[in-house]
């Protein structure tokens, strides 16, 4: 009896389908990274605002005062800066003095909308604003109790909310992707 040995190794379809599945697997990992680079500015801008609002409540906890959070909209802008209450003055807000608290616009593919008691707050233009704050961040530890969503007009499926149910921190979730 012939015994014939059978022989070993991959056939030209077994490289092709692995060849197959390796191109699969990086195109869809290399959608999904340069997806995530279109976005990060606008998850960096979430972020930093997040940032700000934390640091004014800690701010007004720390140093005894009232803060705010003035959010302005200028046609399709949107920026912000805090402001403190002067009780020595006649009780004015007054833009805070320093390089964290400063005015920052938003880039301009970002909205933003804010709500109170479920109802949404119409956003002062800058001739109006008078540094009247939205939110409040007041000494005692208490946020103004809200609801902020930002849209990216670019990437239409994808927002960010910031909530404060008024005692708790801050929160922010990404809403969806």
Request: hydrophobic fraction near 45%; charged fraction near 25%.
């Amino acid at each position: 009896m012939l015994l014939v040995k059978s022989a070993k190794g991959f056939t030209l379809i077994d490289l092709l389908v692995v060849i197959a599945i390796l191109g699969i697997s990086l195109g869809v990992v290399m959608f999904a990274l340069e997806r995530r680079t279109e976005d990060r500015p606008f998850a960096v801008e979430a972020a930093h605002l997040k940032s700000i609002m934390s640091l004014a409540s800690e701010e007004a906890v720390f140093r005894g005062r009232e803060y705010g959070l003035v959010i302005i909209k200028q046609e399709e802008v949107f920026s912000y800066h805090v402001v403190s209450l002067n009780v020595s003055k006649n009780k004015i807000w007054e833009v805070v003095d320093s390089p964290a608290f400063r005015k920052h616009e938003l880039p301009d593919f970002i909205r933003l909308e804010v709500k109170m008691d479920d109802q949404q707050v119409a956003l002062p233009t800058l001739n109006d604003a008078l540094n009247q704050p939205t939110i409040l961040f007041l000494s005692s530890g208490e946020v103004t109790p809200f609801e902020m969503q930002l849209f990216n007009q670019i990437s239409s499926n994808l927002e960010y909310r910031l909530t404060s149910d008024g005692v708790n921190e801050i929160m922010l979730e990404k809403v969806a992707e």
